[in-house]
T-cell receptor, first 112, second 114 residues
Framework: GESVGLHLPTLSVQEGDNSIINCAYS??????FIWYKQESGKGPQFIID?????DKRQGQRVTVLLNKTVKHLSLQIAATQPGDSAVYFC???????????FGRGTSLIVHP | NAGVTQTPKFQVLKTGQSMTLQCAQD?????MYWYRQDPGMGLRLIYY???????DKGEVPNGYNVSRLNKREFSLRLESAAPSQTSVYFC?????????????FGPGTRLTVL
């Protein structure tokens, strides 16, 4: 089965810096990847997704990079703000199952 | 639109008690899911319903049952609660069956089993 992991459980940054959150996955058949943000006491919220036929996708202040060769993806947040403080989860899915497998999450702490 | 709603928000049970967690969505989504989240862990799938009238086991189904009451509602039942079921439970829904699409999550139910 799929396993999805994040490299660091906690990431601390200063307000205004760029943040990079990393994620690795194990199943080479994974072809859909999602990032979710979970604020304290709330359910996860979709941020951005990417399919395996792409290497990069940009949203508003966020960019996801996918490296299929090493089975790695990252979430980049530009000009990090205190409101970005949350736990970030990556998830991966493959055509055999459209339901994603979630990683453990990285807690992003933004210092003013 | 309220999105995905869950009741109750908090619940304390004694070992052996039963309860049903309720979930409803107003987005006309086909698929619905139940996850549990334990400290320091990601979300683990308990059961899902790809479409109205179908339910399937996820990664951790033991000790749980589900009912897809109609397109809007998907309930999770604990027949005999155990301390190992202390967790935060999230319900989610997604639009299309059998396709990649984002999931919308409810606010969660925080369950403690003593």
């Amino acid at each position: 089965g799929e396993s999805v992991g994040l490299h660091l459980p906690t990431l601390s940054v200063q307000e205004g810096d760029n943040s990079i959150i990393n994620c690795a996955y194990s199943n080479s058949a994974s072809d859909y990847f999602i990032w979710y943000k979970q604020e304290s006491g709330k359910g996860p919220q979709f941020i951005i997704d990417i399919r395996s036929n792409m290497d990069k996708r940009q949203g508003q202040r966020v960019t996801v990079l996918l490296n299929k060769t090493v089975k790695h993806l990252s979430l980049q947040i530009a000009a990090t703000q205190p409101g970005d403080s949350a736990v970030y989860f990556c998830a991966a899915a493959s055509g055999g199952s459209y339901i994603p497998t979630f990683g453990r999450g990285t807690s992003l702490i933004v210092h003013p | 639109n309220a999105g995905v709603t869950q009741t109750p928000k908090f619940q304390v049970l004694k070992t052996g008690q039963s309860m049903t967690l309720q979930c409803a969505q107003d987005m006309n989504h086909n698929s619905m899911y139940w996850y549990r989240q334990d400290p320091g862990m990601g979300l683990r799938l308990i059961y899902y319903s790809a479409s109205e009238g179908t339910t399937d086991k996820g990664e951790v189904p033991n000790g749980y049952n589900v009912s897809r009451l109609n397109k809007r509602e998907f309930s999770l039942r604990l027949e005999s609660a155990a301390p190992s079921q202390t967790s935060v439970y999230f319900c989610a829904s997604s639009d299309r069956e059998g396709a990649y699409n984002e999931q919308f999550f409810g606010p969660g139910t925080r369950l403690t089993v003593l």
